[in-house]
């Protein structure tokens, strides 16, 4: 009889194994099994190699014939819930844990049973498995990992970065230890201890593509702008498909005025590579920055794509992008979309704000003397949003009403310093950290904060989400829903509001007798008188013109526009461009397209401030755009003395220029239909008369409530009293209608 020596077929087996050579090591194991069936050692292996191979399933069935032999087997166990893991069965896993748990009460058990307990995203069973360990106990680097991970996600901050920093302490090289580590500082705007992080990421992990682009993304924030643009190429060049680097990358350049054409190139391009979630990103910001830039050859499928792209967004619990609310301003959609669109973002800023920072408890207290009112802004400076407010402040009942403006931007520009003078206090808030925000607006014990925007860039809601104000209104900006519950108070006005548009809104509305958006008067400025034909203008002919930004064009205002153009031949269009090259041949493309000569399109680029304010005179009527209407470019024309036609939509934005009209008494220059708008300029066009009358009712501003800055900062403060009386004696908010009277007898109801 032929004696077979086990331990020499074990040790081949296991050469075979570490060879790489799976098949020939499980012929071997199998061998050894035949002749020895309780040999556990080659059973362990024997599983090892389909572990390894990936082939789970197979696996699982051996760790169990393994555990019939050796039901307290560590390494069995320990691998058979890796096991179950790896196929997406944690439940089974911690399972089989708990269970040799109870029989031996074994540390390794236990160190294994948080890992996966924090895998299944079970972070607090995780917590209490690794303190029943002694967290100050743990040696393993996986262990601390996946402590600190779960830390991480209940909000624990401060320990999650003792468990990171121990665990890196083990392992300098530990990639998701560098990687998470860094994202909270990151997040907490402590960028400086941040970066050194990713680098030793990028400097141990030379080929993880995810480093770059995190790293990328910090530079970003801190508007070092180039040297993200390497690095996100440098994170494709590691990885082609890495759709999140591709998206950060468009949308970079996205926000470059002059890179329009570059950023659509990337979504191109990144559409070619991508597979997955960011596919639906790019695809959002391909169609975004073709309206930017007025690109309309597939405008149809766009809209159709747009449509099924926010439905998807909306119920997507975990969407891998972000749709911000202003920018969807510009595109058409339905306002309960957009206003679905602004509570999921509002959301998102609540959930960060919660894992970011510790819950705060502020003394709401309420001033007892003068009301403290405090304006936040990052447009303190020369700005469509301080050209507004520029005149606003100084206007401000003294005895009443004490002013802070909270600036987000640091600027000394003109504008700016007229502000600064003309408020009690002046922050620059522009280098401190969200928290710090919070914490100075709370400690003067600001009554009423007002944010003069939306989710606009630079605008940190982040601070009006941790509630520092006890009365928090929104106001200029973005004039839709913020969808947010930290914002009580948005301002409408008795022209534009109306039942059906009331539901659009999440917040309680403040309804002036004025309208909505309240404004300066103009700087003054000292321009050289030009003519016509310094403009490019032909001096007979009569000079259609928009002065809105281009994003706001859309090819229903452009098929108006060129419909005037020909039925009044002797006319030209007089249009902004913002300085984009691209834009100005999509233009010209859709123009033509239309049977209208590319000459009869005039480009006007930016220019400064009194320049611009001189040109306005050269336009015979302004033409508004529907979907997103001028607002601060009417509010230029109107007190220019300049006519503007438009067409009341059915939003904020798209009313809000006939609002302007209708407090200015221009009631004959608000349309309701497009064929209304076209048939209106033809009119206007044939009757110089009427212009003329309208020029001069423009000239008597002062008989124009649109432009008594003084009336409008009182009908303000009507309502910040209202909004404050009625807090103080009901703790809540309500919808609030401000009377055209300025006396204050309707306050009786709440003494």
């Known amino acids: 009889m032929v004696r077979v020596n086990l331990t020499t077929y074990y040790k081949t087996a296991q050469s075979l194994h570490q060879s790489g050579k799976f098949e020939e090591a499980r012929k071997l194991y199998l061998e050894i099994l035949k002749l020895s069936p309780g040999h556990l050692e080659s059973r362990f292996m024997l599983a090892q190699?389909?572990?390894?191979?990936?082939?789970?399933?197979?696996?699982?069935?051996?760790?169990?014939?393994?555990?019939?032999?050796?039901?307290?087997?560590?390494?069995?166990?320990?691998?058979?819930?890796?096991?179950?893991?790896?196929?997406?069965?944690?439940?089974?896993?911690?399972?089989?844990?708990?269970?040799?748990?109870?029989?031996?009460?074994?540390?390794?058990?236990?160190?294994?049973?948080?890992?996966?307990?924090?895998?299944?995203?079970?972070?607090?069973?995780?917590?209490?498995?690794?303190?029943?360990?002694?967290?100050?106990?743990?040696?393993?680097e996986k262990a601390l990992f996946y402590c600190a991970r779960s830390f991480q996600q209940v909000n624990r901050i401060n320990e999650s970065i003792d468990a990171y920093r121990r665990c890196l302490s083990i392992n300098p090289k530990y990639q998701g230890a560098l990687n998470n580590l860094a994202n909270i500082y990151q997040k907490s705007q402590e960028y400086q201890k941040a970066i050194p992080l990713y680098k030793d990421l990028i400097s141990h992990h030379p080929k993880e593509a995810m480093g770059y682009n995190n790293l990328a993304g910090l530079y970003e924030k801190l508007d070092e702008t180039d040297k993200s643009i390497q690095l996100y190429q440098k994170a494709l060049a590691l990885d082609a498909t890495l759709g999140i680097a591709w998206y950060n990358l468009a949308h970079l350049f996205s926000t470059r005025e002059f890179d329009q054409e570059k950023a659509l190139e990337i979504c191109s391009k990144g559409l070619e590579k991508v597979k997955?979630?960011?596919?639906?990103?790019?695809?959002?910001?391909?169609?975004?920055?073709?309206?930017?830039?007025?690109?309309w050859t597939a405008y149809e499928?766009?809209?159709?794509?747009?449509?099924?792209?926010?439905?998807?967004?909306?119920?997507?619990?975990?969407?891998?992008?972000?749709?911000?609310?202003?920018?969807l301003s510009h595109l058409k959609i339905d306002n309960s979309d957009y206003k679905k669109i602004a509570e999921n973002h509002a959301k998102l800023i609540t959930k960060k704000i919660e894992n970011q920072f510790p819950t705060l408890s502020y003394n709401h207290s309420l001033s007892e003397g003068k009301i403290k009112i405090g304006y936040y802004s990052p447009n303190f400076r020369q700005h469509p949003g301080g050209y507004l407010v520029r005149k606003f402040f100084e206007y401000h009942n003294s005895l009443e009403f004490e002013i802070h403006a909270f600036s987000l931007v640091k600027t000394d520009d003109s504008v700016s310093m007229e502000i600064q003078e003309?408020?009690?206090?002046?922050?620059?808030?522009?280098?401190?950290?969200?928290?710090?925000?919070?914490?100075?607006?709370?400690?003067?014990?600001?009554?009423?904060?007002?944010?003069?925007?939306?989710?606009?860039?630079?605008?940190?809601?982040?601070?009006?989400?941790?509630?520092?104000?006890?009365?928090?209104?929104?106001?200029?900006?973005?004039?839709?829903?913020?969808?947010?519950?930290?914002?009580?108070?948005?301002?409408?006005?008795?022209?534009?509001?109306?039942?059906?548009?009331?539901?659009?809104?999440?917040?309680?509305?403040?309804?002036?007798?004025?309208?909505?958006?309240?404004?300066?008067?103009?700087?003054?400025?000292?321009?050289?008188?030009?003519?016509?034909?310094?403009?490019?203008?032909?001096?007979?002919?009569?000079?259609?013109?928009?002065?809105?930004?281009?994003?706001?064009?859309?090819?229903?205002?452009l098929d108006c526009w060129?419909?005037?153009?020909?039925?009044?031949?002797?006319?030209?269009?007089?249009?902004?461009?913002?300085?984009?090259?691209?834009?100005?041949?999509?233009?010209?493309?859709?123009?033509?397209?239309?049977?209208?000569?590319?000459?009869?399109?005039?480009?006007?680029?930016?220019?400064?401030?009194?320049?611009?304010?001189?040109?306005?005179?050269?336009?015979?009527?302004?033409?508004?755009?529907?979907?997103?209407?001028?607002?601060?470019?009417?509010?230029?024309?109107?007190?220019?003395?300049?006519?503007?036609?438009?067409?009341?939509?059915?939003?904020?934005?798209?009313?809000?220029?006939?609002?302007?009209l209708h407090y200015a008494g221009l009631d004959e220059l608000i349309t309701e239909s497009s064929k209304t708008y076209v048939d209106r300029a033809i009119e206007l066009y044939g009757n110089s008369g009427e212009l003329k009358e309208?020029?001069?009712?423009?000239?008597?501003?002062?008989?124009?409530?649109?432009?008594?800055?003084?009336?409008?900062?009182?009908?303000?403060?009507?309502?910040?009293?209202?909004?404050?009386?009625?807090?103080?004696?009901?703790?809540?908010?309500?919808d609030l209608i401000v009377k055209s009277s300025l006396k204050f007898d309707a306050f009786s109801n709440f003494k």
């Not at 997955?276 to 690109?295: C, N, T």
């Not at 006519?643 to 809000?656: A, F, K, V």
Request: glycine share 6%.
């Open 49 to 140: 190699t389909f572990f390894e191979n990936g082939n789970y399933e197979e696996a699982i069935k051996h760790y169990k014939e393994g555990l019939k032999v050796k039901p307290e087997g560590l390494n069995l166990q320990i691998q058979l819930a890796a096991s179950y893991v790896k196929i997406n069965q944690p439940e089974e896993a911690i399972k089989i844990l708990e269970k040799g748990i109870e029989k031996t009460g074994n540390p390794q058990l236990k160190l294994n049973l948080g890992i996966v307990q924090s895998q299944a995203d079970k972070p607090n069973d995780a917590i209490a498995t690794f303190e029943s360990l002694g967290i100050n106990n743990i040696e393993s």
């Open 276 to 295: 997955g979630p960011f596919l639906a990103g790019l695809r959002y910001l391909q169609i975004f920055m073709r309206q930017k830039v007025s690109d």
């Open 301 to 327: 499928k766009d809209q159709k794509d747009l449509k099924e792209i926010i439905r998807n967004y909306l119920n997507d619990p975990k969407p891998v992008f972000e749709v911000v609310p202003y920018d």
């Open 422 to 557: 003309s408020v009690d206090y002046f922050h620059d808030v522009s280098n401190l950290h969200t928290l710090e925000i919070a914490n100075l607006i709370n400690r003067l014990g600001i009554d009423i904060l007002v944010s003069l925007g939306g989710y606009n860039a630079h605008l940190n809601m982040d601070v009006l989400a941790m509630r520092p104000a006890p009365i928090q209104m929104m106001m200029i900006g973005s004039h839709q829903t913020s969808g947010a519950p930290f914002v009580n108070y948005v301002f409408s006005d008795a022209y534009m509001m109306d039942k059906k548009l009331r539901s659009h809104f999440s917040e309680n509305v403040i309804t002036l007798p004025i309208s909505l958006l309240l404004n300066s008067e103009l700087v003054k400025v000292d321009s050289i008188e030009t003519s016509k034909s310094s403009h490019n203008l032909p001096p007979d002919k009569f000079v259609f013109s928009s002065f809105n930004h281009p994003k706001k064009n859309d090819p229903e205002t």
């Open 562 to 660: 060129i419909e005037i153009l020909k039925k009044v031949p002797d006319s030209v269009l007089w249009l902004y461009d913002g300085g984009s090259e691209i834009m100005r041949k999509n233009i010209l493309s859709y123009v033509i397209k239309g049977g209208v000569d590319q000459e009869r399109i005039i480009f006007a680029g930016p220019i400064k401030t009194d320049q611009h304010l001189e040109r306005l005179k050269h336009a015979d009527l302004f033409l508004d755009t529907f979907n997103y209407n001028a607002h601060f470019t009417a509010i230029e024309i109107l007190r220019s003395g300049k006519p503007i036609l438009t067409l009341r939509g059915g939003n904020h934005n798209s009313r809000l220029c006939s609002s302007l």
């Open 694 to 734: 309208i020029e001069l009712k423009l000239s008597q501003n002062s008989k124009i409530s649109l432009f008594d800055t003084e009336m409008q900062v009182r009908f303000l403060e009507k309502a910040f009293q209202l909004a404050l009386m009625h807090y103080k004696k009901t703790g809540q908010y309500e």
